[in-house]
């Protein structure tokens, strides 16, 4: 099967490989809308228009289902691009519903942070869900719009990393809260950074492992099967840049999200 992969830059590289690590014998074509990353910090109407040139990319190469590897990009479109298309479209939001779950079962009146982009935070789908979880008291929000940016930087320095996340962090108080859900697919390639800077007992979440799921249960029903013929996953990468820069990025943070910070989820 022909699975399209698309986010404004690079953070969906985090999906396709947890995808990548758990598929076999499937065609990946992975778009980077490199040109107008980051979508976060801009207006909805410019952000959804790119969205649409960039899903016509990838209907143009003949997939048979897209994941939409973007919170940004699913909590602006989705419905629009699920009117559109006849194809299965998998969107990603933030994993607030398991975080106020394990968060209200550990029963100390604490809190859940959602950290995402700004625009995903101020949309109606983010806002919705957290109302119809009844959880506008747990929740609260962060953007961390920049860390989007040093993604496409490919900024690892943990100095720089940790200096943000303080900036950022300084008026929280930790221990109000149980739970972090990483809400922008950029952020889990600082899943590590995350991990070494907040207090131990603080759990982190993201979408990817459900999104990897819930994939896998719409090609089962379109009738594949995980053994295939076990042959390996091939996978395309364009960008809106075209540039070949672009191409030697997404193969340097494919390469640093596997070796770094991926998961085992072969048991799903
Ligand atoms: N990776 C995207 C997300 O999950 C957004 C990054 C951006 O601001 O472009 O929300």
New binding site residues.
């Given amino acids: 099967m022909n699975i399209g992969f698309f ?3 690079m ?1 969906g590289i985090t999906v396709l490989a947890d995808a990548l690590n758990f598929f076999n014998s499937q065609n990946f074509i992975y778009y980077a809308d490199t040109k107008n ?4 910090i801009k207006k909805k109407a410019k952000v959804k228009k790119y969205i649409f040139d960039s899903v016509d990319f990838l209907v143009d190469k003949k997939i048979d289902g897209l994941v939409v590897a ?3 990009a699913t909590s602006i479109a989705i419905n629009d691009l699920r009117k559109r298309y006849a194809f299965p479209i998998i969107g ?1 939001e933030p994993a607030v519903k398991p975080a106020v779950e394990k968060n209200n079962k550990k029963g100390k009146n604490k809190k859940v942070l959602v950290l ?2 700004e625009l ?1 935070l101020k949309e109606r789908k983010f806002n919705n869900l957290v109302k119809k979880l009844n959880s506008r008291d747990i929740v609260e929000s962060l953007p961390l ?1 920049k860390l ?1 940016t040093y993604v496409e930087d490919k900024m690892f320095e943990e100095k720089k990393i940790f200096k943000y996340l303080k900036k950022k962090f300084k008026n929280i108080d930790f221990k109000e809260f149980s739970t972090v859900v990483l809400g ?3 952020f889990i390639f600082y899943l590590n950074y995350f991990k070494k800077f907040l207090p131990d007992d603080i759990k982190i979440i993201d979408g990817n492992i459900g999104t990897i799921k819930h994939l896998k249960n719409i090609l089962f029903n379109k009738g594949f099967s995980l053994n295939e013929d076990n042959k390996k996953n091939n996978i395309n990468f364009y960008s809106s840049k075209k540039s070949d820069k672009d191409y030697k990025k997404f193969i340097f943070l494919l390469n640093y999200y596997n070796q770094n910070i991926r998961r085992n989820i072969k048991c799903l």
């Avoid at 990353?37 to 976060?40: E, H």
Wanted: aromatic share 4%; proline share 5%.
């Fill in positions: 986010d404004s830059g953070g990353v980051p979508y976060g973007c919170n940004t990603m995402a982009t995903t719009s989007v922008c697919t950029h």
